[in-house]
């Protein structure tokens, strides 16, 4: 017999311009567009393997070694069924092909990070369950086709379709056939561009993206401005400052948007925080560290973005890594070494330190634990089907121990 199983893995990705707020709840669609930086694979992903079996009683799905339920109409089972949908129409036109759109899946998935902590692995994660289906199923399908399907499941996992920074152009139409991922750059265009992830909580967070948005869609005034005036014109600069690699202008737009997020959601009724005081306290290390730049004559040196929960990602030049580590750590010292993938420390270990000029009264000194970890990471690839060597499924269809 043979078997029909295929693995993929797909990266988590970090919006400069924020996705927050629905006009349908159901296919998922905007009430703005967004844009993202995709982060390397090699630190951040999701593993997926999807294996189609005429043995196989339903569809069923295993999130980290433990079964989630495929619930009925829920945005598991919509983008299985859209994806079961394209193979039918692969099979309509060529019939010697294995009728796999009518077999049950089983799917099993794994983050290489915590899951549901507000790092963005509802986004890497149906980005990877899609990417798996459809090689799979051998759909001829473009990103930005499958960036539909993947829309449906979370609507930033369409942004992990591709690798590079990516717009999800919100659309118009109501069935949200123009709702997808487009590719604004690839990675190769600007390859210098790090990220540094301060992981101030890795808990489950409280308000989740979904409820939180709508909230803010029913209640918020200050949304309206935002999607009317402010993030049209965002998208169009921070675009150009890309294709530009103008870090000064993607800089100074990302950490205006990601403002504009967080007073979006202060301006829900009841109100929704997602920062706190260590997140605080980093956007004015930042601040600072800009302002020392500036004032000697230079640019905006490194930017901040928070999503839907504590944790900074500072996105800069891989030159500044260094100084933004040693800054970082010196306000927040850190149980563990820094794992310093890129070597910028030649393992000397990093010293806290401030450039010269910095004002050191800009924030106090916090004790281990505040920030529990630091991820260095870069701008990187799409989606990448794997080797059957790395199948999270058994030969019995069932997730390996
Ligand atoms: N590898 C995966 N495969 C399939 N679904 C996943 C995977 N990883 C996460 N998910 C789904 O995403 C949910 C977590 O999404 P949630 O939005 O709560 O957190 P997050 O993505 O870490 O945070 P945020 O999107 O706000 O940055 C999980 O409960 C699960 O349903
Ligand atoms: C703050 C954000 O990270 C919100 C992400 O929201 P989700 O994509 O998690 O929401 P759902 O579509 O309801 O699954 C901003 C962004 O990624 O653009």
Redesign the pocket.
């Known amino acids: 017999m043979a078997i029909y199983q295929a693995t993929a893995s797909a990266p988590v990705?970090?919006?400069c311009?924020?996705?927050?707020g629905?006009r349908d709840?159901k296919l998922?669609l905007?009430t703005n567009s967004?844009l993202?930086v995709t982060l390397d694979q090699d630190h951040l992903r999701s593993t997926t393997t999807s294996r189609a079996d005429p043995s196989f009683e339903k569809d069923r799905l295993w999130l980290n070694s433990a079964e989630e339920e495929i619930k009925e109409g829920g945005?598991l089972s919509t983008c299985i069924r859209e994806m079961k949908r394209m193979r039918k129409e692969v099979e309509n036109k060529d019939a010697s092909l294995p009728k796999l759109s009518t077999y049950a899946v089983h799917i099993c998935s794994r983050n290489n990070f915590p899951t549901a902590a507000?790092l963005?692995s509802?986004?890497s994660g149906?980005a990877a369950l899609v990417a798996s289906l459809a090689a799979l199923y051998q759909l001829p399908a473009s990103p930005s086709e499958l960036s539909l399907i993947a829309?449906q499941?979370?609507?930033?996992?369409c942004?992990s379709l591709f690798g590079g920074f990516v717009a999800?152009e919100m659309g118009s139409k109501p069935d949200g056939s123009d709702s997808l991922a487009v590719e604004v750059a690839p990675r190769e265009h600007w390859p210098d561009i790090h990220a540094l992830i301060c992981v101030v909580s890795d808990d489950k967070k409280g308000t989740?993206?979904?409820?939180g948005?709508q909230r803010t869609v029913e209640t918020s005034t200050l949304l309206q401005h935002r999607i009317k005036y402010v993030v049209p014109e965002r998208m169009e600069a921070i675009s150009a400052a890309i294709r530009a690699r103008d870090f000064d202008s993607f800089a100074r737009i990302t950490m205006q948007d990601s403002n504009q997020?967080h007073a979006v959601a202060l301006d829900t009724d009841p109100p929704i925080f997602?920062m706190n005081d260590v997140s605080r306290a980093i956007i004015a290390l930042i601040v600072e560290y800009n302002r020392v730049a500036v004032a000697a004559g230079g640019k905006l040196k490194a930017a901040y973005t928070?999503?839907?929960g504590p944790n900074a990602v500072i996105y800069a030049p891989k030159e500044n890594l260094k100084e933004i580590v040693e800054l970082i750590v010196k306000y927040f010292p850190q149980a563990e070494p820094f794992k310093d993938p890129f070597a910028l420390f030649g393992g000397a270990g990093v010293q806290g330190r401030v450039v010269d000029g910095f004002n050191a009264a800009v924030a106090k000194p916090f004790s281990v634990g505040a920030v529990k970890g630091l991820i260095h990471t870069r701008v990187g690839d799409g989606p990448r089907v794997l080797g059957a060597e790395e199948a999270l499924l058994g030969s019995d269809g069932l997730p390996k121990a």
């Not at 311009?17 to 927050?20: A, F, Q, S």
């Not at 499941?153 to 996992?157: K, L, V």
């Not at 989740?208 to 409820?211: K, V, Y």
Request: hydrophobic share 35%; aromatic share 18%; net charge positive.
């Open positions: 990705n970090i919006a311009i924020k996705y927050w629905k709840t998922i905007p967004s993202s945005r507000g963005a509802s986004a149906f829309r499941g979370s609507g930033s996992a942004r999800w989740s993206s979904t409820s948005m997020f997602y928070y999503d839907a």
